[in-house]
């Protein structure tokens, strides 16, 4: 059942924790990237730009409209090239075009182009909620993507409950439809409310409460 509800959102704090060479994302303008194939398959010095800001936005090094690197026009040579200050980037052609170039992600474009790598959306607004296990009296605080469905959400409690998909959840007595969002569920977000009025949002996060339904379909 877990399988019905395929990550599609993603918060920050979790694009932060893919910051290796064998497990690295990267986010450009709300697109989350997947580029550890890439980095596994192109073990060059141009690839250390990525690895460095594994986990991290790159937004600012390209240009919003166009979607492409940001350019300016080389006062030595006069002409217009892409702006690395930070150094070589895999599939940015150099500053002096030459024969040993290499030009072959031209069929699909360059990496920042390739749909191939996208795995999901960032996260806009991101808020938490408090999952109570009835069962177990266990509690877990998970910080979800707003714009998500509640299934969704349940499949990041995966990592603290194998069973997640064999509980019924409900907020304030009512049975909560695992296909639409929090919102949607009545489960209403007002930290911004609390703030203003200078109460830890932390301190009145809602409240899922997670009943067991006798099911182990779920391994």
Not at 42 to 65: P, R, Y
Not at 102 to 114: C, E, K, V, Y
Not at 151 to 178: P, Q, V
Request: proline content about 5%; hydrophobic content about 35%; some cysteine.
């Amino acid at each position: 059942m877990a399988t019905d509800y395929a990550r599609h959102w993603y918060t920050m704090a979790e694009v932060a924790t893919h910051n290796t060479p064998s497990d690295c994302y990267v986010t450009i303008f709300g697109k989350v990237l997947n580029l550890t194939t890439l980095l596994s398959e192109n073990q060059t010095a141009d690839v250390k730009l990525l690895i460095e800001n594994a986990g991290s936005d790159i937004s600012h090094w390209f240009d919003q409209f166009s979607g492409t690197l940001k350019t300016y026009v080389d006062p030595a040579s006069n002409i217009r090239t892409y702006h690395l200050p930070m150094g070589p980037l895999l599939h940015a052609p150099p500053l002096r075009p030459g024969t040993d170039i290499d030009m072959s992600f031209a069929a699909t474009g360059p990496w920042w182009r390739n749909k191939k790598y996208v795995i999901g959306e960032l996260s806009k607004k991101t808020r938490k909620i408090k999952l109570v296990n009835t069962l177990t009296g266990h509690e877990h605080v998970l910080e979800v993507p707003s714009e998500e469905s509640v299934g969704e959400s349940m499949t990041r409690y995966l990592a603290f409950n194998k069973h997640a998909f064999s509980y019924a959840a409900k907020h304030a007595g009512k049975l909560i439809d695992l296909q639409k969002t929090l919102e949607d569920n009545g489960v209403v977000d007002d930290a911004a409310e609390l703030e203003e009025l200078g109460m830890n949002p932390d301190e009145y996060l809602p409240c899922i409460h997670l009943y067991w339904i006798d099911d182990l379909s779920v391994a």
